[in-house]
Each structure stands twice: as structure tokens, then as C-alpha cells.
């Protein structure tokens, strides 16, 4: 009988350890999901920036649109596990991710009338920075720490 219970303890904590290993593993590819998506938004705030501070039909701010185009859709891979990572903060980052998007190519962007707009580079910063923020915040909740 000790035999049986000593086995099934055993086979209980091994259980139990493989669920806990894998549950951290999961939470820790989360944490380095948020991490590229944060340096993904630095990369669109820095493109944007550039960009609307460009002189227009200068080839850097072509070469900035460029970029920034690329670097939007490119961060637009984190939306398939955004809401599973996210939780209730989802819908929240839904609102500023459009927001981001809007502001940085909303406007005259792309167009031969663009000019430089220092109003659309504090809106951008301000935006990417509350992003950054939140998702910085879901990365600390996933370990329970609020």
C-alpha cells in the first residue's frame, strides 16, 4: 500500500511539475511576443517621426514612408495572438494601435502636398508611448504581478 501511495505521489509531482514548466513556457513566448511588439511599435514611432518631419519630396522622406509602411504591416503579425495575450486590455489596444495607425498615415501622407507636421509627431509619440505602456503592463500581469 506505502508502494502504491509513494507511486502515485510521484507520478503526481511529476504531473504538477510538467504543467507548471509548461504554463511558465507559454507566459515566458507571451512575454518575448510583447517584447518584439514593443520594439516593433519604437521602430513605427521612429519612422513616423522622420517622416512627417521631412521636407516633402525630399528622397529621405520617401525612403522614411517606405519603412514605415513596411514596419506597420510587419508589427500587424502580433494581432493574431493580441487578444489571447492581451486579455481585457485587448480593446484597449485595439483603440491605440488604429489610433497609431491613423495618425501616421492619415492626412497628406504619401501625397505631394505632405508637409512637415510637428502636431502629427507629438500625437504619434504620445500615442506609441501609451501603447508601449499598456503592453507593458500586460507583459507584468502575465506573472501576476499587478
Known sequence: MEFAVA???????????????NYL???SEDSAHLNDHIS???????????????????VEQRLYQAKLEGAISASGCFNKDAQRILGNKYNEYVKLDQAIYEAATGGQF??????????????IMTLCNELRSLLRQSRRSQYWAH
Open 7 to 21: 507511486v502515485f505521489a510521484a507520478f503526481a509531482g511529476a504531473l504538477i511539475t510538467y504543467i507548471a514548466q
Open 40 to 58: 516593433e511599435i519604437k521602430l513605427i514611432e521612429s519612422y513616423a517621426v522622420a517622416y512627417w518631419l521631412a521636407e516633402p519630396d525630399d
Open 25 to 27: 513556457a507559454m507566459q
Open 110 to 123: 504619401g501625397t505631394a502636398t505632405k508637409k512637415i507636421d510637428y502636431n502629427r509627431v507629438v500625437e
